[in-house]
């Protein structure tokens, strides 16, 4: 909803990275999200980006580019229980509200 | 723990019926969401209340769901009536706006809803 995409799926191999992508059309823009969700269970909180460039967070970092409503998650020395599925979602100005992606299922292969 | 508290874990209802889902935030957050998940759309926004007053409900939501927020530590999603497109786990999450900056949502575990 709200103009927020992500692919559906990634497979990735353990000891290599992977790079989850996230474009966004919105009403509007105060900073974009990324969350974790392990099947069968909540999303949690992995990172909060507001303005462009690399946010190096070591295992987890994060790209944003505002004028190409585009941000990615980058993983890097997978393990296998990176496997998950990574959210993206857009705060959205005056109010607290996230809107997010449908989120990409991320396999990491041995 | 003092995370957020959902209840019940599963419901299972027949179609036409009239459920109530609850949901304790985090002590001391002001802002408490409601969110639909399912495969095919994600999570949707249900709705969204700022210290117990209702910010945005969701329109696409609003004939048959109503949230109610009476008081800061207690939150209900009332369903009524119920259709077999309503199954899909609905998540609550809280937040403490500070002010400008990151807000990070904290999720509860969620009530998986099938409805036959």
């Known amino acids: 909803g709200q103009g927020v995409e992500q692919p559906d799926n990634l497979m990735s191999v353990e000891g290599t990275f992977a790079r989850v992508n996230c474009t966004y059309s919105t009403s509007g823009f105060n900073g974009l999200s990324w969350y974790q969700q392990r099947e069968g269970h909540a999303p949690v909180f992995l990172s909060y980006v507001v303005l462009d460039g690399l946010k190096d967070s070591g295992h987890f970092s994060t790209f944003l580019s505002r004028s190409n409503g585009y941000s990615y998650l980058l993983l890097t020395e997978l393990q296998i229980k990176d496997s998950a599925s990574y959210l993206c979602?857009?705060?959205?100005?005056?109010?607290?509200?996230?809107?997010f992606g449908s989120g990409t299922k991320l396999t990491v292969e041995p | 723990d003092a995370g957020v508290t959902q209840t019940p874990r599963h419901e299972v209802a027949e179609k036409g019926q009239t459920i109530i889902l609850k949901c304790e935030p985090v002590s001391g957050h002001n802002d408490l969401f409601w969110y639909r998940q399912t495969k095919i759309q994600g999570l949707e926004l249900l709705s969204y209340f700022r210290s117990k007053s209702l910010m945005e409900d969701g329109g696409a939501f609003k004939d048959r769901f109503k949230a109610e927020m009476l008081n800061s530590s207690f939150s209900t999603l009332k369903i009524q009536p119920t259709e077999p497109k309503d199954s899909a786990v609905y998540l609550c999450a809280s937040s403490l706006e500070a002010g400008g900056g990151q807000n990070t949502l904290y999720f509860g575990a969620g009530t998986r809803l099938s409805v036959l």
């Open positions: 979602a857009v705060r959205m100005p005056n109010y607290n509200v996230l809107y």
